[in-house]
């Protein structure tokens, strides 16, 4: 039944490889959305803070568990590690992340219901980063559907079941149990039975090759890492200044930005094999042709979302969050031309990344989220809701800056 109903064909069309991959990602990125939202609207602004500053950590640590090994693998032709290999490595980041995540915890003092909440979200968004490794073979196997399929299914299930047990107990705490139990039948359904389908499992203990991704993949990682502490970094100062209550006003406020990201990943995803083969085979005016139609693309629907966002963005969220935002009018047509910008810096961050030049993402991340940490809690401080906005902004800006100076010296060697 897995094999005819999921795995289908094993020659998928471009066509079908292009919209499974586009609704798993689209119901992916959706997902935070809809389930910050609701919760808020479903027990209140408070409970819905804890949650949405809940969501905001998993999203930044279970990048310990992805640990960006998902484009190095598509990106790296030779395939030097096998996906046993990358399955030790996988197990194992997923647990350093829950224990960073329950450390975390336990700095900032969290009481015990907050503490619950906070583990059982990073607990289920865990499960979405070791779900990658099974997706990343697909991917590399020319089965990009196979793991648009994983993601789109695997989230509806989860979140139903989340809102069904939300609506019925008013407890996030066993809302969240049902997810996570939810989050591993579906891995078990979409990621173990159709590799099985479609592959060989198998986990990997060899310490010099599992030492060899980490050594390799780690300038990846650790950008990619500060890349949603750069997202994060407003969010987090939020929940150190400010109440619970606006912890949910910002969420409702800046999660929409994601669409932009959702958007530049429909357009760069697919593209990434054929910009590595254009670079690999000196193929330069094809590449900068990409990828100056990639980054109009991303303005362009920037430019659309702002549009938007002014003329009806706000009536929506009233809506779907249930809180009156019409004071922040401003403040979210700013934080999606952010967003734009933060989609155009993981534009150039993809070039880099097929440029192998760990170290210019390294700097730039760096440079980017030590200036993020210093002026977030201090413009949330005196600005508020729009300071975290600001704050954003500089240190997304910075890092693009970043980016563009260390193509342009790339290049100027090559």
């Given at each position: 039944m897995i094999e005819r109903y999921v795995v289908g064909t094993e020659n998928p069309s471009e066509r079908q490889?292009?919209?499974?991959?586009?609704?798993?990602?689209?119901?992916?990125?959706?997902?935070?959305?809809?389930?910050?939202?609701?919760?808020?609207?479903m027990v209140g602004a408070l409970e819905g803070g804890i949650f949405a500053i809940g969501l905001t950590l998993a999203q930044m640590f279970v990048y310990i568990a992805y640990y960006e090994m998902r484009n190095?693998?598509?990106?790296?032709?030779?395939?030097?590690?096998?996906?046993?290999?990358?399955?030790?490595?996988?197990?194992?980041?997923?647990?350093?992340?829950?224990?960073?995540?329950?450390?975390?915890?336990?700095?900032?003092?969290?009481?015990?219901?907050?503490?619950?909440?906070?583990?059982?979200?990073?607990?289920?968004?865990?499960?979405?980063?070791?779900?990658?490794?099974?997706?990343?073979?697909?991917?590399?196997?020319?089965?990009?559907?196979?793991?648009?399929?994983?993601?789109?299914?695997?989230?509806?299930?989860?979140?139903?079941?989340?809102?069904?047990?939300?609506?019925?107990?008013?407890?996030?705490?066993?809302?969240?149990?049902?997810?996570v139990i939810s989050g591993l039948l579906g891995i078990y359904v979409y990621n173990i039975l159709v590799m099985g389908c479609v592959g060989h499992i198998a986990v990997g203990w060899d310490i010099k090759k599992m030492t060899g991704i980490w050594r390799e993949c780690f300038p990846l990682f650790l950008g990619m890492f500060l890349w949603t502490y750069l997202l994060s970094a407003s969010r987090m100062a939020v929940d150190d200044v400010m109440t619970s209550d606006y912890q949910s006003y910002y969420q409702v406020l800046f999660l929409p930005v994601s669409v932009i990201n959702l958007f530049a990943g429909f357009v760069i995803r697919p593209s990434m094999v054929q910009l590595a083969d254009y670079h690999a085979d000196g193929e330069h005016k094809l590449f900068w042709k990409k990828i100056g139609g990639i980054l109009g693309l991303i303005m362009l629907f920037t430019l659309v979302c702002m549009a938007g966002a002014y003329v009806c963005g706000i009536p929506v969220l009233n809506v779907l969050a249930g809180c009156d935002l019409s004071e922040f009018r401003m403040l979210f047509v700013f934080l999606i031309f952010a967003g734009g910008i933060n989609a155009a810096a993981y534009l150039l961050y993809s070039v880099l990344l097929i440029f192998r030049s760990g170290a210019s993402v390294l700097a730039g991340y760096v440079t980017a989220s030590v200036l993020a940490f210093l002026i977030s809690v201090r413009m949330v401080r005196k600005f508020a809701l729009w300071g975290a906005g600001?704050?954003?902004?500089?240190?997304?800006?910075?890092?693009?800056?970043?980016?563009?100076?260390?193509?342009?010296?790339?290049e100027k060697r090559r």
């Open positions: 490889l292009f919209w499974w991959n586009m609704a798993g990602s689209a119901v992916y990125a959706l997902a935070s959305m809809v389930l910050t939202y609701m919760t808020i609207r190095f693998q598509v990106t790296d032709p030779k395939a030097a590690y096998s996906f046993a290999d990358y399955h030790g490595v996988k197990i194992l980041n997923c647990l350093i992340m829950i224990g960073v995540c329950a450390l975390y915890c336990f700095i900032k003092k969290y009481d015990a219901y907050k503490f619950l909440v906070v583990m059982l979200v990073c607990l289920y968004r865990m499960l979405d980063g070791y779900a990658d490794v099974f997706e990343a073979d697909f991917h590399n196997s020319g089965r990009l559907d196979l793991a648009g399929k994983s993601m789109c299914f695997r989230t509806v299930l989860s979140v139903a079941v989340y809102f069904i047990l939300l609506f019925f107990t008013r407890s996030l705490l066993w809302a969240m149990c049902g997810a600001a704050s954003y902004l500089i240190s997304i800006s910075v890092l693009a800056v970043i980016f563009v100076v260390c193509i342009v010296v790339l």
